[in-house]
């Protein structure tokens, strides 16, 4: 029988789901020195999130581990 977990050529969720947003990010922040990512934590905390179905923004959690995020924090930015 067929078994997806199994019979799927590659990992969909990092892949396809994160892949390309994850990779973004990625090549984006990196260059970035301690004021571009304080800059741009503060420039995060400040959005409405109206409309979102988001509580609030953590950008200083984002920042801190911007290498470490997890599929709600790729949704967001």
């Known amino acids: 029988?067929?078994?997806l977990h199994k019979d799927s050529?590659?990992?969909i969720l990092h892949s396809i789901l994160l892949g390309d947003n994850k990779y973004?990010?990625?090549?984006?922040?990196t260059p970035w020195d301690k004021s571009k990512g304080d800059k741009f934590?503060?420039?995060?905390q400040s959005l409405s999130t109206n409309g979102l179905n988001l509580s609030s923004v953590h950008g200083r959690?984002?920042?801190k581990y911007k290498n470490g995020l997890i599929?709600?924090?790729?949704k967001i930015l």
């Open 1 to 3: 029988g067929l078994n």
């Open 9 to 11: 050529p590659c990992e």
């Open 71 to 74: 599929g709600k924090h790729f």
């Open 61 to 63: 959690y984002i920042i």
């Open 24 to 29: 973004i990010w990625y090549e984006t922040n």
């Open 41 to 44: 934590a503060v420039r995060l």
